[in-house]
């Protein structure tokens, strides 16, 4: 079954990271793909447009029939349609099942804080004259940090961020966290727990053999979070 599945990606994109992740850990590692480059634009091609309009990845083409263009859904795709192999993303119980659910659309909260840090810092998006505003960085940074919190409380009550088991919800966040952290995030320092939390998830076959390739031949652009 790997075999009918190929997927467009980009290495160091979290949302890409997110479905490479859920795709090892049911167990299908004999998936086909391709890695493209945004230097080149290549995630515009119409090799691409064929199956995702919007140009984007990851873009995950199933059975050659249809794709799915948003990690979220490609990774519970994932795990309903191979339900039965691999890891178990989702849980039985109810109170859990909704903190996953829970805490699975909240990652959204610190995606969306960590990139106003990285557009305004990195991109200087927003910046004049491509000068960024010391105290705007720090506004955006400490926003960031207070967002931090919620998830440092997560990673103080168990194993994982929703429970004592990997699920959906880890694949989500874990992928943004190694971005900050690349970027210059001294989790120990703000999150302790959370710090724990990342060490033992980067530990897993599934993490080592998504780490993107590029991050291995060079440093990341630290002190974007600081």
């Given at each position: 079954m790997a075999s009918k599945i190929f997927l467009y990606w980009a290495s160091g994109s979290p949302p890409c990271w997110r479905v490479m992740l859920a795709l090892e850990e049911k167990g299908l590692a004999g998936y086909q793909n391709k890695l493209l480059q945004f230097s080149k634009n290549e995630h515009k091609s119409e090799?691409?447009?064929k199956w995702?309009?919007?140009g984007q990845v990851p873009t995950m083409v199933f059975d050659n029939s249809f794709a799915i263009n948003e990690s979220v859904a490609a990774c519970e795709f994932l795990e309903k349609q191979f339900a039965q192999q691999g890891t178990k993303l989702t849980p039985d119980a109810t109170a859990e099942l909704a903190k996953m659910l829970q805490r699975k659309c909240e990652v959204q909260n610190l995606d969306n804080k960590g990139r106003e840090v990285i557009v305004y810092k990195f991109f200087?998006?927003?910046a004049v004259?491509?000068?960024?505003?010391p105290e705007k960085a720090k506004t955006l940074f400490d926003a960031f940090l207070e967002e931090?919190?919620?998830w440092e409380k997560y990673a103080s009550e168990g194993e994982y961020i929703a429970g004592s088991t990997l699920t959906l919800a880890d694949l989500l966040?874990?992928?943004n966290l190694a971005i900050?952290?690349?970027?210059g995030l001294d989790l120990q320092k703000h999150a302790p727990n959370l710090f724990n939390y990342y060490n033992r998830v980067v530990k897993r076959p599934s993490v080592e053999k998504t780490w993107p390739p590029h991050w291995k031949e060079s440093p990341g652009p630290a002190g974007i979070f600081e």
């Open positions: 090799e691409v447009l995702n309009p919007r200087k998006i927003g004259d491509g000068k960024v505003d931090l919190k919620h966040l874990f992928p900050y952290q690349r970027m």
